[in-house]
């Protein structure tokens, strides 16, 4: 059974701070990784790819990659408020297939 | 980017009647669309993988009787829930794979209620 693992949350973190999201995977064979952004009532919006070890930076946000340790994570920095939404991350282990997506971790981000 | 749209946001049918949600993608060829399904406060539970030209793969558990599903064209894949009852009520969204890339883009969705 392939399987994607994030903590639930809510995450807190206060406006400026640095937001650090993690998630786990099964499949060794994984290839390629995305975070998606939720807000409530609305469809997941593709915010990050990864497909290689290391860090990938595009803004505020910096996913990253361990395939050895099979972890991703999404660091996003000086935190808003606008970004309180839910944080999915997905997995894909072969090209073309469906995502696996794990259950998202909330993200509150105060004023 | 990639821009997935959804026909309709919303709708409220009659339990027993059949509804068509449809699924284009506007400035890219999907050879492979996605159906999913939420419910309130959960995750993304995935219904279905279409491929332009092919019959559907279905999941575990998802009734291919009762969810029809047809990808006429490399821009256009529709959902039909036919025979809706109201634990047929969720929020269904589809997306949609550009050609080689592995990203995959979603549409708004559409949340049906069934009276």
């Known amino acids: 059974q392939k399987e994607v693992e994030q903590n639930s949350g809510p995450l807190s973190v206060p406006e400026g701070a640095i937001a650090s999201l993690n998630c786990t995977y099964s499949?060794?064979?994984?290839?390629?990784f995305f975070w998606y952004r939720q807000y409530s009532g609305k469809s997941p919006e593709l915010i990050m790819s990864?497909?290689?070890?290391g860090d990938k930076e595009d803004g505020r946000f910096t996913a990253q990659l361990n395939k050895a340790s099979q972890y991703v994570s999404l660091l996003i920095r000086d935190s808003q408020p606008s970004d309180s939404a839910t944080y999915l991350c997905?997995?894909?282990?072969?090209?073309?297939?469906?995502?696996?997506f794990g259950k998202g971790t909330t993200l509150s981000v105060s004023s | 980017g990639a821009v997935v749209s959804q026909h309709p946001s919303w709708v409220i049918c009659k339990s027993g009647t059949s509804v068509k949600i449809e699924c284009r993608s506007l400035?890219?060829?999907?050879?492979?669309m996605f159906w999913y399904r939420q419910f309130p406060k959960q995750s993304l539970m995935l219904m279905a993988t279409?491929?332009?030209?092919?019959?559907?793969?279905?999941e575990q558990g998802v009734e291919k009787d009762k969810f029809l599903i047809n990808h006429a064209s490399l821009t256009l894949s529709t959902l039909t829930v036919t025979s809706a009852h109201p634990e047929d009520s969720s929020f269904y969204i589809c997306?949609?794979?550009?050609?080689?890339?592995?990203?995959?883009?979603f549409g708004p969705g559409t949340r049906l209620t069934v009276l």
């Open positions: 997306s949609a794979r550009e050609g080689r890339s592995n990203e995959q883009f």
């Open positions: 499949d060794r064979g994984s290839q390629s």
């Open positions: 990864i497909y290689s070890n």
């Open positions: 997905a997995v894909n282990t072969q090209a073309g297939t469906a995502l696996i």
């Open positions: 400035d890219f060829q999907a050879t492979t």
């Open positions: 279409s491929n332009e030209g092919s019959k559907a793969t279905y």
